[in-house]
């Protein structure tokens, strides 16, 4: 877990560290018990940012987005190409030939 928070910072320099604490806590919890919801929930925070909401010096508060992802730079994001990597679902084996992993770490 010290990896995603690493790239949280890396990523979102901008934001206080209690924003990128709060999209950290919303990246980990589930809202739902059924998978498929959960898992569009994280597509769209990948995708699209986790809306966070942060106290300015003046007081105010004010909103952003904190990203899992380094779109503008994707030189600081690691991916790992992977030969033959096996899942398992519902009994049946599927083994694509390559898949790109995206690893949320630096």
Same mark, same amino acid.
Do not use: W
């Given at each position: 877990?010290? $990896?995603?928070?690493?790239q949280f910072?890396?990523? /979102?320099? @901008?934001l206080?560290k209690?924003a990128?604490?709060? *999209?950290f806590?919303?990246?980990?919890? =589930?809202?739902s018990?059924?998978l498929v919801? /959960? !898992?569009?929930?994280?597509?769209?925070m990948? =995708?699209?940012g986790?809306?966070v909401e942060?106290r300015r010096?003046d007081?105010?508060i *004010?909103g952003?987005k904190c990203w899992l992802?380094d779109?503008n730079?994707?030189?600081? !994001?690691?991916f790992?190409a992977?030969?033959?990597? =096996?899942?398992?679902?519902?009994?049946?084996?599927?083994r694509? $030939?390559i898949?790109?992993l995206l690893?949320?770490? @630096?």
């Open positions: 877990m010290k $990896d995603l928070r690493k910072i890396l990523s /979102n320099s @901008q206080s209690e990128i604490e709060e *999209a806590k919303k990246v980990l919890r =589930t809202d018990p059924d919801i /959960n !898992n569009r929930n994280f597509h769209k990948l =995708t699209d986790v809306d942060y010096k007081g105010s *004010a952003d992802f779109f730079n994707p030189e600081n !994001n690691e790992i992977v030969n033959q990597y =096996t899942v398992v679902e519902n009994e049946i084996n599927r694509p $030939d898949v790109i690893m949320v770490c @630096q």
